[in-house]
């Protein structure tokens, strides 16, 4: 894994600013405890594909996009997203602290963090090139999500709070979020992927990522309102319970991810003609005519090497059917469960 010269600034960067955070000791000690898992729950994901497993080289590349460049640009974008909301909100008259860091939490951030961590997937023709089945799309966006969470794991752990009770404090912070908002990273991140993979291993329309991408700032929007609901207006008793529920969920969403990826690889349908690893690639980036629709075959070969319809084939089902078939109807209960948590909590 080879990091460009402005990752390597970005990197030094930093860790000089976690260091003036919590000192040397702390940021080793706070890198250790968020790093290490994360390696562990990538591997974990990435063994759930049986056939074909992603390319350590590759899946580095996407986990230190999250990691490093993915933190940054969520910085800048949040930064702006939620200046351009105070302006606007100033104009319509006062405006209380816990607006704002609703608004700020609730909104900008889903739709900034879950925009920019998977954009290495389009980006970067090393792990381009590899998305050749509908499931490696789960597995790199997991794996920008999981960076993304682990170096924010970092940050929340060398907060003022945390450091002044000293490494108490930091290994209680990096240690709840690593079973709870790193997985969230890392789930919701996963559904953009997924989409990104339909589209350029299926050949469906760009409108097919914009729809998982939808789907992932809502998961990312009510983690953040119960959590924010939790500190903000909920008693302490309400915000355990809740806190205990998004971890189970959490937990949940990486199981599901799993299964997910495990039985769209057992599918055996999804592989496209090899022409994407082949030396045909494009090595400038920009040269899209290698990615052009109509020069990707749609054509989708198994591993034993013959021809087969797609996950979900259109010719013998209705629209309404491939709607229907496609949901995963367990995660979309509890979904609706832990939505329905959230507003009897804000209602009672």
């Not at 050749?132 to 682990?150: K, N, Q, R, S």
């Amino acid at each position: 894994m080879e990091l460009s010269r402005k990752q390597w600034v970005l990197v030094v960067t930093l860790c000089l600013l976690f260091i003036a955070m919590g000192g040397v000791a702390g940021f080793l000690f706070a890198a250790i405890l968020s790093f290490v898992p994360a390696y562990y729950y990538l591997r974990s994901i990435r063994n759930s594909e049986v056939k074909d497993k992603e390319p350590w080289d590759a899946l580095k590349l996407a986990f230190a996009w999250g990691a490093i460049s993915g933190v940054f640009l969520a910085m800048i974008f949040n930064t702006i997203g939620t200046s351009l909301l105070l302006v606007f909100l100033i104009q319509s008259g006062p405006v209380s602290e816990d607006l704002v860091l609703i608004l700020s939490v609730v909104v900008v951030a889903p739709i900034v963090e879950e925009f920019v961590k998977p954009l290495v997937m389009f980006q970067n023709l090393s792990v381009r090139s590899n998305i050749d089945e509908v499931e490696d799309g789960i597995v790199y966006g997991a794996a920008c999500g999981l960076g993304f969470g682990a170096t924010e794991n970092v940050l929340y752990g060398l907060s003022e709070e945390a450091v002044s009770v000293g490494y108490l404090g930091i290994l209680a912070v990096v240690i709840l979020r690593t079973v709870s908002s790193i997985l969230l990273h890392s789930v919701a991140t996963s559904f953009t992927g997924h989409g990104i993979s339909k589209h350029l291993v299926e050949g469906q329309p760009f409108s097919v990522v914009i729809k998982y991408y939808l789907l992932a700032v809502l998961i990312h929007s009510a983690w953040n309102g119960a959590a924010v609901f939790s500190m903000v207006y909920s008693d302490d008793l309400g915000g355990v319970i809740l806190l205990i529920f998004s971890i189970m969920l959490a937990i949940g969403g990486l199981e599901f991810s799993k299964r997910r990826i495990r039985e769209i690889d057992m599918e055996g349908s999804n592989i496209m003609m090899n022409q994407i690893r082949s030396n045909e690639v494009s090595k400038k980036w920009g040269d899209s005519s290698k990615w052009d629709k109509s020069e990707v075959s749609t054509e989708v070969v198994s591993k034993d090497g013959y021809t087969s319809p797609t996950l979900y084939s259109t010719d013998d089902r209705t629209k309404a059917q491939n709607w229907f078939a496609n949901i995963d109807w367990k995660s979309a209960v509890g979904t609706g469960i832990f939505l329905l948590f959230i507003l009897g909590d804000m209602l009672i």
